[in-house]
């Protein structure tokens, strides 16, 4: 990233990543071609048996994509030894053709997620190194006997309970002392996480005890370092962790643990942990402090345990430590799991948050991470995302949750996930596949140089905003209980609400952590600083307490003649207690009702907005979020819409004057804009599409020139017929997911979907024989061309088609390198068509564990493709003869239900040469099109407006337009069976999940809908 390591342990730019800015032809070329550091960089799926060939051929895939990089990521499916020297070769071997290829090779640092276990290895080493957890449950006193006799027990309590009220409450100590009838247990007892298959056998691992973390770090960071450390920092930029945390995912009521938590916390605060243990779970005693003081603990610990000890190896080792924390998204889930996610980032180099699924929800995680790297100094900020989105996921969709993300503060895209390979359950690893797999694969360079233009925009100069929101994280804390979430619940809904409000109202904003503030922050010229960020207004959302070290810093904020806003219901307590302090504060600030109105009301009237968006009738358009960067006399602004349906006439407001320039993020172009002075502040016209975006410099060193832009005039539209001639790019197809199956010599089953096969066999076990039988039927009238069927490792089977045996020839993939090709087309009759594939199953695991064998089985959907048209008939399709013409709208009614691939529409149209002429589009159900205009292409339509010009194209009299519209795998690949249809977060359970289940196929829209060409007069 072309970063110097400092002994400060903290990583500055240099050159082009530093924070000088001139919008010069120098920074206009690198524009239009971002190097590497500001190019995606995918988790890459290292899922099967690796072949270091196939790897190698798949860097220069991802090269050619405009990939700048990837994550070595072994993921569910893998074969080839976790860690194992066979690994270590395969590292070594991608690591030399990303130096070649002039790519990054980012490190991966566990098997699979959550970071720590290193596949196993470290919870391996005992009891002691495995997750921890405190219970408590509630018994009859009857059971005190039986309680005593415990191992693990670290508390018994008595009480009165009044529904969920604690009365009369008292510590057993007394092992001979009988507890009153009416009475009830309090019993907690620690609890050591229990083995799992998903941790290979094992569990999940201590992250409290620095000694847990130490043996993590000695399994797979110094075991990397031994293997490629002369590339550490340069062809190996760093090393990405994934979702550690403290906390189990299971329904019991419980709070994290370790060994020496209460020794720990009695040094810390200064009194009993175990003594206390009911006030964490029920109201009783201080239980507010309790809390706070709990939780203000353990978070500390897991930072101190984890994430600095990682930190600091990795930057004694010149890499950066990058990745996320689990349950970033709301305050309940992060109490629950991390503590908060915050203070985290300041021991990260690359801070990092997910995103998963096709949505823009859960703003505040990415402005918890943009906050603390504006504060704390940190150049990038990566996203894992689109992770599952589904197969379908449109370039559209990608830029319109990339996008949101980006306006929020990411400036570096980690895409969710590129799968080396689709064999087996891999293909159903929250999907999509972003690699070769994918029709749209040759043109995803569109995509990538749209973020890599993004990302270098968004990496100049620095964030600007006036306004810090205090995070209530320390509030929740206070009123959090494993029992009964709801007021940390209540307390995060009102945050969330106020956060989204600043943003539709057009006040830009960073949260201030306390833990954070109270380590950086100090009142300076009547601004509240903040590490690198400086504030002229804070506000105090809902919440029910602060630290001291915060009320003090706001004190002399308000006495230097900062501003504050406190938003009811206003926090009354600081370090949970009565203060006179802060309600003499909050009486002499402004104090309002949490209303996104009322909120802009008030901030019109104490501070000027730095941006406006407004309609023609002076309204705000809230779904257009902005950011603003200041480089020099460079303002640079980026504005998002995130309404995916509506497009907007805005009306831009910038506070200074000089020349705007627009630097187009889809073309690399650069041109002025014109706009007009007025108050002090520059303001310029936009039309936003829906999920449209614009990005402007304002440049205050130079004055604007251009008064207007140009008009144009319609003379002409012809509609294009609605029936085009079509032809295929690629092999049409049949999944044939369903089959019957035998054991050995037993009886046919009924038919089945191919997962519950699979689910049945290993239940059997391993080493018996196992038949499939696929049906399909065929209806020709005049067959032409091949047809093939494409199944998964062939090799291993015995395979009969319509009583024939075959035997498998080399006829090469089609999709995915594990998708081999056999040649039927001589054996395909009309009638019923019969598939029999024979083999020995064997389990496709070591019992136990999710760890994947060499000759482990796994039965799967089959694949008819090549030359034909597949028809509906009933419960079933049929294949027939191909037609040549269709109409607009949706294809998989017109013959292509399963078709993944590239369809070439064509027609002719009579147009005058000389005109301005565009090429217009109702809709488009594609992820991608692409237009050609007599042989030439005239280019490419990504998303939205559905509108492409081809004046250089056009000839007088007749021209022939051809309209290549290309798909995704989801028809092909699924989820096809539930009953929600389109599923816009997709795992593995998507595809075999039985209470939604259906026999009936749903499939996505894929056509293009009507078009017509328009030609224009330039007035």
Known sequence: MHLEYRRSNRYRARGRLGRRFHSGMEFKKEFRNPGKDFRGAPFWSWNDELESSELCRQVREMKRAGLGGFFMHSRIGLITPYLSDEWMDRIRAVVRESKKAGMNAWLYDEDRWPSGFAGGIVPAKGLEYRMKRVECEEMHPSSLEEVLRREGIVGIFACTKEGEKVRELEKVEDRMKKVAEGKTLLVFSKKVAENSEWYNGYSYIDTLNPKVVDAFIESTYEAYKREVRGEFGRTIPGIFTDEPNFSEWNGRAFIPWTELLPTIFRERNGYDLLENLPSLFYDVGEYMRIRMDFWNTVTDLFLESYSKRIYEWCGANKLYYTGHYLCEDNLTIQTKFIGAAMPHYEYMHVPGIDHLGRNIENLITVKQVSSAAHQ?????????????????????????????????????????????????????????????????????????????????????????????????????????????????????????????????????????????????????????????????????????????????????????????????????????????????????????????????????????????????????????????????????????????????????????????????????????????????????KKLFQPTGSALFLLDTSKKATKKAEPKERIVSTINLKDEWKVSRKDPNALTLDYCQYKVEEGKWSDKLPVWKVQREAEKIGSNFSITLRYAFKAEFKKRHGKIFVAMETPERFSIKFNGKELKYKEAGWWTDISFKKIDITKLVENGENILEVSCTFRRPTVPGTLVFVKDGTELESVYIIGDFSVKKEGEGFILTDETNMVNVGDLVQQGFPFYSGTIAYTQTVNLKKGEKTYIEFEDLDTIVTRVVVNGKSAGTIPWKPYRLEISKFVKKGRNTITVEAVSSCRNLLGPHHHRAGELFSVGPGSFSDEANWTDEYNFVKFGIGRAKIVQVKIE
């Not at 270098?456 to 100069?461: Q, V």
């Not at 945050?495 to 833990?515: A, M, P």
């Open 376 to 684: 704390l100094g940190k150049k990038r900020i990566l996203s894992e995302t689109y992770g599952c989105s589904g197969w379908n996921m449109s370039f559209e969709d990608q830029k319109w949750i990339g996008d949101w993300e980006y306006v929020l503060g990411v400036n570096l895209l980690n895409q969710h996930l590129s799968l080396y390979s689709l064999r087996g359950c891999r293909k159903r690893d929250y999907p999509p596949s972003i690699n070769y797999q994918q029709p749209w694969w040759q043109h995803y360079r569109l995509v990538s140089d749209y973020f890599a233009r993004l990302s270098y925009m968004l990496t100049r100069g620095k964030f600007h905003s006036d306004i810090l929101v205090i995070h209530p994280i320390q509030g929740a804390w206070s009123v959090y209980s494993p029992r009964d979430t709801s007021r940390t619940d209540e307390i995060n809904k009102n945050f969330v609400y106020l956060s989204e409000s600043l943003c539709r109202i057009h006040r830009d904003y960073d949260f201030g952590d306390e833990k954070i503030i109270a380590r950086h922050g100090k009142v300076l010229r009547g601004k509240i600083i903040v590490g690198e960020m400086e504030y002229k207004l804070v506000i105090v959302p809902p919440s029910s307490t602060l630290r001291a070290s915060t009320l003090n810093l706001l004190k002399l904020f308000a006495q230097g003649g900062g501003k504050i806003v406190f938003v009811d219901p206003a926090p009354e307590l600081v370090d949970c207690q009565r203060s006179e302090e802060l309600k003499n504060l909050i009486e002499s600030t402004r104090r309002i009702r949490c209303d996104k109105d009322l909120l802009r009301k008030t901030l019109d009237e104490i501070l000027p907005s730095d941006v406006e968006v407004v309609d023609e009738d002076g309204k705000q358009i809230e779904p257009i979020y902005y950011q603003h960067r200041i480089a020099g006399k460079a303002h640079i602004y980026f504005f998002a819409n995130t309404d995916r349906s509506r497009s907007y006439d805005a009306t831009i407001k910038i506070r200074g004057e000089g020349k705007v320039e627009e630097w187009d993020l889809l073309k690399g172009s650069v041109r002025e804009v014109p706009c007009r002075k007025e108050n002090g502040q520059t303001i310029l």
